[in-house]
């Protein structure tokens, strides 16, 4: 993904696309679902895919609704490796067992994704840690591919303590944790209450891989406050969300905007919509679209965004220092003399080939 990223700004980094809207829980937050849709037909989807694919798209996730209630998940998830992407998997879990594991692992999933909201189930959430700890052990058990496991704070979350056992179980498992900040039905910044802003600092420590996206998150820092942050948000370029219709929408949030159908979205929509300015950005919280963004910024401010990174890491840890590896990357990739080279031997290494723009139609 990083190295494709690098490589191009003309190609989706991830889309998140919707096979069934139907959900079989009713989370108080949650306006992604509804209780009556079909799943979107199998061919549909495997067009849908196909066309992703055509334009570059690097990672596809699979949200909903509860994507785990389409009869034909594994094709779909099959079919998206089949076509060079990474495969993702946005789902609460309840439907997991062994063999569906197995499943997912025959099918080829690189990731799966569970938030998990408290640690006991109320009015509000049934996804709790006390409902779902079978299942996150049939996970480590059994699953190929890798798990994060998200808990949640912000409005609505009664005990915010619970971030905390949730994000301890899942490293004692050896799924990566991360935390995030429940926003409103536009995306919009709910800022956290004095006590979870404690909890949230808290989790945050646990951080430990310098490139994790837990230290690109800094956005967080200022949400958690009620701060806007500065940035370009490159949603309908960089990242893509299909709902179930066809349409693109710039994210689960802002749908309608720009409603484009998939099959004629074209490399100049891409690149129109990713420079388009998004008045909904100051304070957004939707942490995989600035990840994108934060991906862009690396490939056009390698050096500045790098001492981001290990300023913040010594914020957290003034004993830090640099490992050789990023010494030795930094001499490499910083250096706009020696990064063309380096880059195309990191490609070579990694199999991946220069592509050709992606198509228009």
């Not at 990672?59 to 998940?73: A, V, Y």
């Not at 094709?75 to 490796?81: L, Q, V």
């Amino acid at each position: 993904m990083f190295a494709r990223a690098m490589q191009s700004d003309g190609h989706p980094i991830l889309a998140q696309i919707v096979p069934i809207r139907r959900c079989n829980l009713d989370c108080g937050y949650c306006n992604e679902y509804d209780k009556t849709s079909d799943p979107v037909p199998l061919q549909t989807m495997l067009g849908r895919i196909d066309r992703l694919a055509d334009l570059g798209t690097t990672i596809i996730t699979l949200s909903g609704g509860e994507p785990t209630l389409h009869p034909d998940l594994d094709a779909i998830i099959a079919r998206i490796r089949e076509r060079g992407a990474i495969a993702t998997l946005i789902t609460n879990g309840l439907l997991l067992t062994p063999e569906r594991i197995q499943k997912l692992n025959r099918a080829g999933l690189d990731y799966l994704q569970i938030s998990i909201d408290n640690a006991r189930p109320d009015e509000i959430s049934k996804k709790s840690l006390q409902v779902l700890d079978r299942k996150l052990e049939w996970l480590a058990e059994h699953a190929e591919f890798g798990v994060t496991i998200n808990s949640v704070l912000g409005a609505g979350v009664r005990n915010p303590q619970d971030a905390l056992a949730v994000s301890g179980r899942a490293r004692s498992l050896g799924f990566t944790s991360t935390v995030g900040i429940l926003h409103d039905h536009s995306g919009q910044l709910k800022p956290l209450s004095v006590g979870h802003q404690e909890v949230y600092e808290r989790v945050l420590e646990n951080k430990g891989s310098l490139f994790s996206f837990a230290h690109f998150d800094s956005f967080q820092q200022n949400i958690g406050r009620g701060l806007p942050n500065a940035w370009h948000c490159r949603a309908g370029g960089r990242f893509l969300y299909i709902c179930e219709d066809g349409l693109v929408h710039y994210c689960s949030q802002q749908r309608g905007k720009p409603g484009i159908p998939l099959q004629d979205y074209s490399v100049e929509d891409l690149r129109r919509e990713a420079a388009r300015p998004k008045g909904c950005a100051p304070f957004c919280t939707i942490s995989c679209v600035h990840q994108t963004a934060m991906l862009d910024d690396f490939r056009e401010k390698p050096r500045e965004t790098l001492a981001g990174i290990l300023e913040r890491r010594r914020e957290a840890d003034p004993g830090f220092r640099p490992p050789m590896v990023v010494r030795a990357l930094s001499w490499m990739f910083l250096d706009p003399r020696r990064r063309g080279f380096f880059g195309k031997v990191m490609l070579s290494a990694l199999g991946i080939k220069r592509k050709p723009e992606a198509r228009t139609s």
